[in-house]
Each structure stands twice: as C-alpha cells, then as structure tokens.
C-alpha cells in the first residue's frame, strides 16, 4: 500500500540554523514527491516537487529536497532558517490524480 | 501561479443545518477537484474526487449522501455537508489541476474552516 510517514511531529529550530525534515514513502515504483508549507488557518503552499531526473530538487523559499531512491526518502532542507518559515509541512506522494500525504511536521523557530 | 479559491474561508452553524462550501479555479479549467478533511494537528485525508458534469468519486468511508459534491462547471466545485454535527467540524480544503498542463501542479484553496455548534 502506499504510504506517506514524516517521523517527526515537532521540531524546533533556532532561527539560522539548519533544517532537515524527513519523509520516508512506500510506492511500488518511483513516485512523484512533493513538500507542502501550511501557515495556521491556511491552505496548502508548494515548495517543491520531485518528478525525474536530477535527485536534487530546488523550491521556493530557499528550500531543498533530495530524493533518495535506496532510502525511499525525500527530505527537505534549509540551510539557514527563519522564523518566518514556522509552520507546518506536509511530505506529498502522488499517483495520478491523487496525493497521499504524511501526517506533517510542525517547525518551531525560536528567536 | 494559478489560484484556487474557496468560499466562504470560515462558517459557524448549528446541529442539523446545512452548509454549502465553494471552490473556484479562478485562472485555469479544472475537470477534476478533490476535496480533502483536514483534523486539527493531522494530514489531510482525502474524502472526494469530483468531476465535471458526472459524479463525484469518494473514497472509503465517506458517506456520499453527508457529503455532497457538485461540479457544475469547469470552474467550479460546491462540497455540501448535510444535516451537519459537531463532528463534521473541521478544515475543509479543495485543489484544482489545471486540466491544459499535462503534468500540471496540484492548486490548493485557503481552506474553509467550518464550526458545527
């Protein structure tokens, strides 16, 4: 079955730190990735996605994502953040119309 | 980018009521919106792929008849939660892709948070 799991639920960062979410997936083939920024009360914002090719996806933002097919991962990354980028994100698999995603990390950053 | 707008973006309204959610493709046609239920501090679940001019298709265990979905228009997707309860409380959000992109980005509305008191 297909399955989206973001293992973190909370983390908190200081602001210009590093950032790393994780995002594992399960799929029978290579899947087409995504990651989703939700501010409280808000719809969904793409950040980037991962169709083919380079492994090494840039988004918006200053983010980045590598899709790591022989970890069946997809983790994103900041290399410095700001407390504007406090909210949530959402690790996507799509198949067709469809996407099923993780259960979210919720990104704190303290000042 | 393309814009996807829901209406209204929050809704308060009693037991046995209901209400009537709109979602808008305001810049492209979409064929296909889904609808998704999101629970406080949890992901978004699917709960319906609705298509223009025929029925909507839902997923397991979503009742068809509490959630009614309407897509009249290539613009335009309605979600109906009828005879609501306060478990139907929750962040509704719809996505659009645009029907000419052959690997066309998924667009989200701003979600419509509905209260059912």
Known sequence: AQSVTQPDIHITVSEGASLELRCNYSYGATPYLFWYVQSPGQGLQLLLKYFSGDTLVQGIKGFEAEFKRSQSSFNLRKPSVHWSDAAEYFCAMGGGNKLTFGTGTQLKVEL | ?117
Not at chain 2, 5 to 29: A, N
Not at chain 2, 54 to 78: C, M, P, R, W
């Open chain 2, 1 to 117: 980018g393309a814009v996807v707008s829901q209406h209204p973006s929050w809704v308060i309204c009693k037991s046995g009521t209901s209400v009537k959610i709109e979602c808008r493709s305001l810049d492209f046609q979409a064929t296909t919106m889904f609808w998704y239920r999101q629970f406080p501090k949890q992901s978004l679940m699917l709960m319906a792929t609705s298509n223009e001019g025929s029925k909507a298709t839902y997923e397991q265990g979503v009742e068809k008849d509490k959630f009614l979905i309407n897509h009249a228009s290539l613009t335009l997707s309605t979600l109906t939660v009828t005879s609501a309860h306060p478990e139907d409380s929750s962040f509704y959000i719809c996505s659009a892709r645009d029907s000419s992109q052959v690997s066309g980005e998924l667009f989200f509305g701003e979600g419509s948070r509905l209260t059912v008191l």
